[in-house]
């Protein structure tokens, strides 16, 4: 019997359509299937799902790790986080010595912001620190104010007492009139100065003396005399007072800001008028350093 294209075709696809279908798997589930003669099946699906567990740390540092802590003597040291990262260790600082808190933690230690300077007196030492973007930097001095001047005393020292008093060498009648330059360095300051004058026979009248002072400030000249033979017999100018040498007892005449101590003086009449004169210049201002010049002559 010839069997028709087209009915083997329908034949086939009724076959396929009743076929039991294969089993699938499901990502992150099981199934069993049990079929018994009774037509029932048992399926059972299980399932499972992963939570997350989050432990929080309460850790102060990284173990090991390193930070900056603030030294006694008020430098900056290190010290290094404990291996349980809770606390830290001693402050290692320069020189020894160690600075840390009792729980570990660091020494607090200035902070400022971008520009802002600080500055510390203590006791005669200032401390400047400044922190601009992240640098500090820290400069320490010693105060080296003190009271009164330094003087640049052109010399010769000392010159302080009568008994070191500067020779000037000698000044003869006619000769030109010389000077002497110093400097005054305080109200403790004296300067004094000695020269030999000597009268010959070419000499007529006289010694007529000269001294003119010039200075930054008010001080005080002084000229005393000694002869060489007898005692000098001379009146002080207006102005000026009659006073003697204090070491020597030389008479002699004192003015306060004056600016010239001249005085006619003798010997005695039998004497040779040759004499040393003293010159002391003194009471300078306190805390000022004067300088000064003295024009001096015998016999003018």
């Known amino acids: 019997m010839r069997i028709s294209p087209f009915v083997l075709l329908s034949a086939l696809t009724a076959a ?149 008093a500067i020779d000037l060498g000698e000044q003869g009648c006619g000769a030109m009139a010389e000077t002497v330059e110093g400097v005054l360095d305080g109200e403790d300051d004296i300067d004094w100065f000695s020269y030999h004058g000597v009268w010959n026979g070419l000499c007529i009248v006289g010694p007529n003396t000269r001294h003119t002072l010039t200075a930054s400030d008010d001080v005080r000249l002084c000229v005393f005399a000694d002869c060489d033979q007898g005692s000098a017999d001379f009146n002080c100018p207006n102005g000026t007072t009659e006073t003697d040498s204090p070491s020597g007892g030389h008479p002699g005449c004192c003015g306060e800001g004056v600016m010239n101590l001249n005085f006619n003086f003798g010997c005695g009449l039998l004497n040779p008028n040759n004499a040393r004169l003293f010159i002391r210049v003194d009471q300078a201002p306190a805390d000022a350093c004067v300088e000064y010049s003295v024009d001096y002559d015998y016999d003018t």
């Open 16 to 164: 396929a359509c009743n076929a039991d279908p294969l089993p699938s798997v499901t990502d992150g589930a099981s199934e069993t299937g049990t079929e018994t003669g009774t037509g029932t099946d048992t399926d059972t699906d299980t399932s499972t799902t992963a939570t997350p567990t989050t432990t929080q740390s309460d850790d102060l540092c990284v173990p090991g790790s390193s930070a900056g802590c603030t030294c006694p003597n008020g430098n900056m040291g290190s010290q290094e986080c404990n291996a349980d990262g809770k606390s830290y260790g001693m402050c290692e600082c320069e020189g020894g010595g160690s600075n840390s808190n009792s729980d570990g933690t660091l020494e607090p230690t200035s902070t400022s912001t971008d520009g802002v300077t600080t500055t510390t007196t203590t006791e005669g030492t200032t401390t400047e620190e400044t922190t601009t973007e992240g640098t500090s930097s820290t400069e320490t001095g010693e105060d080296t104010t003190t009271e009164g001047v330094t003087c640049d005393d052109p010399g010769p020292e000392p010159n302080n007492s009568e008994a070191n």
